[in-house]
């Protein structure tokens, strides 16, 4: 039997017998408590105050701040120390709070992911990967977070739009919850989340053409040539510039996504972060039937050496994930389409 609420699937893994499974499900429910708290605040737009400004104020690594995602930091921050999380890693933050040593989990979290789009009414979210802490993490702050993201447990985001939405997995799928604001809950909308392998629809931001490597621009030529080019096929691009607003899309009717490194200053290892925005992401991607690479090889084999570590991501429909990573690592099945392939990367190292 599908449980329709949040509440009755969080307590169905609570006693799944998994690691940890009451802890993470405990966490998970103040997750979303709060992230209906900060959809209803970004809801009152500008009335609710000058939340979407600029504070003058940089994260960690270097980005600028809003009140927003400030408060949304704190919000989250403070939620935790109800729960079963001995370690807190935030975007906003250059270093992981330590809550408490008898507790069995780590979160990372981007608190509010697409803030430069606060002010135009395009669909922002919060990002969060749950680990668990280890005997042999448990000494160092950093350790649970500088790891493969195959060892997450669960992961998820919440997206605040038109819908008050959580895409979620606990490890054994991906699901879309949807909140009701009659009903004071979420409700499962999508039991079974499985992106189609096959896309026409493509995500990047063609703005910065100019800046890519030239694998990547070959990729881009050949999906606007349509069915006249060598793809023989008519394609759609798309860009929000919201991970979260892409990643629905996709998990919802399929597509690709590409946030390459390119030759901007601080852009050559891709400006998305590892910890708490790809791993997340390829968890849940992974999870529905898809793929996610840095280009070439799956995000979730690659362990960060850093907590704010940069990474390129490419993600969707298996197929044509598969495609982009030949036009970098296999030039000869595109001998005909451009000889001398090989000679650059996709993604710069």
């Known amino acids: 039997m599908i449980e329709r609420s949040l509440d009755a699937h969080l307590a169905r893994h609570a006693t799944s017998g998994a690691d940890h499974a009451a802890a993470v499900a405990a966490t998970i429910a103040l997750l979303a408590q709060t992230g209906v708290g900060i959809a209803e605040t970004i809801a009152e737009g500008a009335t609710?105050?000058?939340?979407?400004?600029?504070?003058?104020?940089?994260?960690?690594?270097?980005d600028s701040q809003r009140g927003l995602d400030l408060l949304a930091d704190e919000r989250f921050l403070t939620a935790v120390t109800e729960s079963?999380?001995?370690?807190?890693a935030s975007e906003e933050l250059a270093e992981p709070v330590k809550i408490g040593t008898d507790r069995p989990l780590a979160l990372a979290i981007d608190p509010l992911d697409g803030s430069?789009?606060?002010?135009?009414?395009?669909?922002?979210?919060t990002i969060f990967s749950i680990r668990p802490i280890t005997v042999e993490t448990s000494a160092d702050a950093l350790a649970p977070f500088l790891r493969s993201g195959r060892e997450q447990i669960a992961a998820g985001f919440l997206i605040y739009g038109p819908q008050t939405a959580l895409v979620l997995t606990l490890?054994?799928?991906?699901?879309?919850?949807?909140?009701?604001r009659a009903e004071g809950g979420f409700n499962l909308a999508m039991p079974s989340v499985a992106i189609s392998r096959k896309t026409r629809e493509f995500a990047i931001n063609a703005s910065n053409y100019r800046h890519w490597d030239e694998s990547v621009r070959l990729y881009f030529d050949d999906c606007i040539k349509g069915g006249h080019g060598p793809r023989e096929s008519e394609f759609n691009m798309r860009w929000i510039a919201s991970l979260v607003a892409e990643a629905y899309r996709i998990f919802v009717r399929?597509?690709?996504?590409?946030?390459?490194?390119?030759?901007?200053?601080?852009?050559?290892?891709?400006?998305?972060?590892?910890?708490?925005?790809?791993?997340?992401?390829?968890?849940?991607?992974?999870?529905?039937?898809?793929?996610?690479t840095d280009g070439i090889e799956p995000i979730l084999d690659v362990a960060a050496t850093a907590l704010h570590q940069r990474t390129p991501l490419v993600f969707g429909s298996t197929a044509e994930v598969s495609r982009i990573g030949r036009y970098h690592s296999l030039p000869s099945q595109m001998a005909e389409r451009a000889p001398l392939f090989g000679k650059r990367g996709l993604f710069r190292a």
């Open 84 to 88: 079963p999380v001995g370690l807190y």
């Open 116 to 125: 430069s789009n606060i002010d135009t009414n395009v669909p922002i979210g």
């Open 171 to 180: 490890g054994h799928g991906t699901q879309i919850f949807v909140y009701s």
């Open 48 to 62: 609710g105050g000058a939340l979407a400004d600029a504070i003058g104020a940089a994260n960690s690594d270097g």
């Open 254 to 292: 399929g597509g690709v996504f590409l946030y390459p490194g390119d030759k901007r200053r601080g852009y050559a290892h891709g400006r998305l972060r590892l910890v708490y925005e790809a791993h997340p992401i390829a968890m849940l991607v992974e999870q529905a039937g898809g793929l996610a």
